[in-house]
């Protein structure tokens, strides 16, 4: 696009744990190279990674106010994590509005790219006209009848249930996101003159179009989808590999034995009671562990000699060392398992993990265990069977079908592309 790319920014904005926030740093890096100015906004602490990969940076949400969301423990509750985090985000709609108007109107040809999370930047497209695209990083965001997503506590949609009742089961779903959320966007939207909004959960996608990373394979259309879905595949690299795995790990997997990696997320401070269950477990298998956590104090004090701590390690050069994986669903753990071709037992909490965790096993790549079923002796029998040469083959045949052209090499096609459109349509 050459002169033409250079004169447009891109604001990407997004929050939540470090899973939702790398692959819009990645991409930020990708349409970087493009030669776009990008401007990262998402939590304070990305800050410094964004300003390293030569992104500009506005803070969303400070260090503090991350932590105090990070604390909670309800946040991994499945019930009562989204209303834990629809009001902490709540009292941060106004703000993030201010931040995102200074940045999106410092110059002409702005766009925007944001999770949908960040209901801030829809208001701003309303208000503003500035051209949005909402960035979706898993299937279980979007409502449907036809292929209900998987919901924890019991809550999902059965796929036999008439469309009359998928309806009412979205508009009770859509009140609770008027009432925990749709009230402060409305009282900012009465104040810049827009109309309210009713139906938080389907106004929350740009009108544009959005881009969903992950492919097909994992999460195939429905026809109830929104309107101008984009697949783009799984995110690929996200700008970790170029870390390299400490000595102690890289000498801890050189031993050749079988290892399984267990992780459950950056964002997790209260697991100390799963991780000795983890523990347990690999003794009781007698393999190697490493415990992926930069909280130590959620570990026993005295590890046994068989398993590894290790406050952090990129995954794209971890998992294809690992035996197995172990992990709570998040969507880019679950995507950088399935690209290493890893069996992996999935321990769901919240949000979409349960999801996630369904589709991996429906392709045969692992499996995943109910709160119910966390001992020791479920989780090695468990991880046994994962352990298993067919459970290997499986795993790494998905791997190999599923290669292809990176996520957010499609994706930055995909916002070139649209902005193309637009610059036709004389918008």
């Avoid at 104040?191 to 009713?198: D, I, S």
């Avoid at 352990?387 to 996520?407: H, K, M, Q, T, V």
Wanted: proline share 8%.
């Amino acid at each position: 696009m050459g002169e033409a790319t250079r004169a447009h920014r891109i604001v990407l904005a997004s929050v939540g744990t470090d899973g939702d926030l790398y692959p819009f740093l990645g991409l930020g890096r990708v349409l970087a190279r493009r030669g776009f100015a990008v401007t990262l906004a998402s939590h304070e602490h990305f800050g410094p990674l964004a300003v390293r990969d030569g992104l500009d940076f506005a803070p969303l949400v400070t260090r503090s106010e991350t932590e105090d969301l990070l604390r909670n423990p309800q946040l991994w509750h499945p019930l009562w994590a989204p209303f834990v985090v629809a009001r902490w985000g709540r009292t941060l709609i106004r703000r993030q509005y201010a931040e995102l108007h200074r940045v999106a109107t410092a110059g002409d040809r702005t766009w925007l790219v944001a999770n949908p999370g960040v209901v801030a930047a829809r208001v701003l497209e309303d208000f503003t006209g500035i051209p949005t695209l909402s960035v979706v990083l898993q299937p279980w965001l979007f409502p449907s009848v036809e292929a209900p997503p998987a919901m924890l506590g019991g809550l999902t949609l059965p796929s036999s249930a008439p469309r009359w009742l998928g309806r009412m089961y979205y508009r009770g779903y859509d009140g609770i996101g008027w009432f925990l959320v749709g009230r402060s966007v409305n009282q900012l939207r009465r104040e810049l003159k827009l109309p309210p909004v009713r139906q938080v959960l389907k106004w929350w996608f740009a009108r544009r179009g959005i881009l969903a990373l992950f492919p097909g394979w994992f999460g195939a259309p429905q026809k109830d989808w929104p309107e101008g879905v984009r697949l783009c595949g799984f995110p690929g690299e996200d700008g970790l590999l170029e870390r390299p795995l400490t000595t102690s790990v890289d000498q801890f997997l050189d031993r050749g034995q079988p290892t399984v990696a267990f992780t459950f997320g950056t964002g997790m401070r209260h697991a100390a009671g799963l991780f000795r269950e983890c523990v347990a477990a690999c003794q009781q298998l007698g393999v190697p562990g490493i415990l992926l956590t930069p909280h130590r104090g959620q570990l026993p004090t005295q590890l046994p000699p068989q398993v590894l701590h290790c406050e952090f390690a990129p995954f794209q050069r971890l998992f294809p060392r690992c035996a197995a994986v172990v992990h709570h669903g998040g969507i880019g753990t679950t995507a950088k398992a399935l690209a290493a071709g890893t069996p992996q037992l999935i321990l769901p909490f919240a949000f979409d993990q349960l999801d996630n965790a369904c589709r991996v096993k429906r392709l045969g790549a692992g499996q995943w265990l109910p709160t119910s079923q966390r001992r020791a002796t479920d989780l090695a029998e468990s991880i046994r069977r994962l352990l298993s040469p067919e459970s290997r083959a499986r795993a790494a045949a998905i791997a190999a079908a599923g290669r292809g052209r990176p996520g957010l090499e499609v994706a930055a096609d995909e916002i070139e592309r649209v902005m193309m459109l637009g610059w036709v349509e004389g918008r």
